[in-house]
């Protein structure tokens, strides 16, 4: 469903736009990711509206999943990218798995500012962004997701996931969609 409204509680969640992450080879361009996710935070910390900055820093305790890296990840490979942030109010959420909410304070965080609805972004579509978006749905707030501030390393799952996986779960649009949605 095309993005309609937003409430006049509403977050922006931005998930995995770290360095490690974005230098991977992607459907769509990961700087233009980066540009419209900026974008959405500027816009959302302008009208006063949280922004959370969701990094992952390593996999989950005991995990043998068989997508592990095979070396070290550079020192710096989890560092958000100087585009997003953080900036000042930003809440920055670390997580250990695919999406922002298990093991982390996000849910916590986000109830204790009345936020009703999250609009998400970042990479990768099929992996971060949409655990993120269907736990954010199970936990009982409106989804909204930026369908050209997302990307994925796969192009069918990225494709699977806005046109088939988003639209079941909340709202979509686009960037400038969203912005002016904002007001």
Known sequence: ?????????????VVDLQKGIVAL?????AEGVVARSATLADAFRAKGLPVFLVHVTGGAP?????GAPAREPAPDWSDLV??????????????QQWGAFHGT???????????????????????????????AHEHGYHVTVATDAVTDMDAD???????????RLGETGTTDAIVALLG
Do not use: Y
């Not at 799952?157 to 639209?167: G, L, Q, T």
């Open 62 to 66: 005991g995990r043998t999943e068989s």
């Open 25 to 29: 080879p992607t459907a769509h361009p």
């Open 105 to 135: 304070a996000l849910d916590l965080e986000l109830r204790r500012r009345g936020i009703t609805q999250v609009v998400l972004s970042g990479i990768a579509t099929s992996i971060g962004v949409e655990s993120t978006a269907r736990a």
């Open 157 to 167: 799952a990225h494709r699977n996931s806005v046109e088939k996986i988003f639209p």
């Open 1 to 13: 469903m095309t993005a309609t409204v937003l409430d006049p509680r509403t977050a922006l969640v």
């Open 82 to 95: 100087p585009e997003i942030g953080p900036r000042d109010g930003d809440v920055v959420v670390t997580k």
